[in-house]
């Protein structure tokens, strides 16, 4: 499918998207990230107790690559390896956080954006990197007169992580769960042990 095709289906898709807190309580949240070996990604979810913020469980799958790097089109190059970890939890989960970008996106679409609507499922992204739109002295992401995403700090770290809705969650929850799950490091407690299980699991096909 060509570029094109691609930022038009994503302009589609951004329309079925909705930013409100579609779900009751919330007990549990998986962290989403991949990894890359050679012409492989692996795909990683890590569940934790939003209590605790401790392990409850892991999952992960190793797909072959099959689509290039394109700035914008991450989700057609790692959704994939994400999605099919999730699936293989047995855990219930009631959000999913994601290695990425939500709604903070060129064409409002995301990878979590994408991945939620896949699924069906509240989604966060948290990207590590700015991606578009502008940064007001409130701290939050403006993509005209629109708020779609907001800087977060930690409280070691002098560098923020972007946080916008993916889908079936407003900003503000969002913007309170990622602060939930910070502990000392820069990275919210879901991602950053999601990060840390796939890197593992590269490390074992090395």
């Known amino acids: 499918m060509k570029v094109d095709a691609l930022y038009r289906e994503q302009e589609q898709l951004a329309k079925k998207a909705v930013f409100y807190d579609a779900f009751g309580k919330l007990d549990s949240i998986a962290g989403i990230d991949c990894s890359y070996y050679g012409d492989l990604i692996i795909g990683g979810a890590v569940v934790i107790d939003l209590n605790t913020l401790e392990p409850v469980e892991k999952a992960h799958t190793i797909l072959k690559l099959d689509f290039p790097y394109i700035p914008g089109l991450l989700a057609y190059r790692e959704a994939k390896a994400m999605i099919s970890a999730c699936r293989k939890l047995k855990s219930d989960v009631d959000v999913l956080m994601i290695d990425g970008f939500g709604t903070n996106h060129p064409r409002r679409c995301g990878i979590a954006t994408q991945i939620g609507l896949q699924l069906e499922m509240p989604t966060i992204g948290v990207g590590k990197s700015f991606l578009c739109g502008n940064i007001r002295d409130d701290g939050y992401v403006y993509q005209g007169a629109e708020r779609t995403g907001k800087l977060i700090y930690s409280s070691r770290s002098k560098k923020p992580v972007y946080v916008s809705p993916g889908h079936r969650i407003s900003l ?20 950053r042990l999601a990060h840390e299980y796939v890197t593992g699991v590269k490390n074992t096909l090395k």
């Open 172 to 191: 503000d929850t969002s913007v309170e769960l990622v602060e939930k799950c910070m502990k000392s490091d820069r990275i919210p407690e879901p991602t």
